[in-house]
């Protein structure tokens, strides 16, 4: 019974809702973090790697914020701890992309991009799961 009503919980309106905006609030973040890394790099004429790290701690930023309050209506005043949360989750979820796109391309001889997208779709289900059950329901 328990299974059935955990499952039935995430086909609601408001869970795909919440869904749909996370999923969107990412693409925004995708955005910024090409923008930051394009700038820091083509313009400021700075090293690709640090240009990139930049551009990802912009965009983990960008979606903190957006997640926080049109996401998950989130209005805790634990702001920095749960910032440090959401940002340790974002960085496991570039250690994931990182080990899913080895695995998928250099392991099992998948296409780059392909893997790319393997990689992104798997770690959104990690990212959304972690945030709605730790970051954003801890510190409500």
Known sequence: MMIFLTITSWFSQAAVSRLIRFGLTGLCGMVVDFAVTALVK???GWNKYLANALGFCFAVCCNYVINRRW??????ADILPQLGLFAGISLVGLLLNTLFIFLLHQQWKLNFYLSKCMAILLVFGWNYWANSHFTFTLYH
């Open 42 to 44: 083509e313009v400021l």
């Open 71 to 76: 996401t998950f209506g989130n209005t805790s």
